[in-house]
């Protein structure tokens, strides 16, 4: 009994991990707007995520966050 107990957590872990990482690789789209806040933001108050995020409605710091490491990543490879 205690092997099918170990079974059941291990799915839930498994499953959710498999739930983390595509919410990780979901790429989030931003209004050109929305983009133009950030940088103006992100330019007064540094990486403050939730700062900004407070400003722009319907999004939280995680996702301001990814968007900026995934902007500033692409624009690196563009200088290479």
Same mark, same amino acid.
């Given at each position: #009994? &205690?092997? =099918? !107990? *170990?079974?059941?957590?291990?799915?839930?872990?498994? $499953?959710?991990?498999?739930? *983390?990482? %595509?919410?990780?690789?979901? !790429?989030? !789209?931003? =209004?050109?707007?929305?983009?133009?806040?950030?940088?103006? #933001?992100? @330019?007064?108050?540094?990486?403050?995520?939730?700062?900004? &995020?407070?400003?722009?409605?319907?999004? *939280?710091?995680?996702?301001? @966050? @990814?968007?900026?490491?995934?902007?500033?990543?692409? $624009?690196?490879?563009?200088? %290479?």
């Amino acid at each position: #009994m &205690a092997s =099918s !107990e *170990n079974s059941s957590s291990d799915d839930y872990l498994s $499953t959710s991990q498999a739930v *983390n990482r %595509k919410e990780s690789e979901v !790429e989030i !789209e931003f =209004s050109e707007d929305e983009e133009s806040l950030i940088i103006r #933001m992100y @330019k007064l108050v540094g990486d403050r995520w939730s700062l900004i &995020a407070g400003r722009i409605p319907g999004r *939280n710091a995680d996702q301001i @966050k @990814k968007y900026w490491i995934s902007r500033r990543n692409s $624009t690196s490879a563009f200088r %290479k």
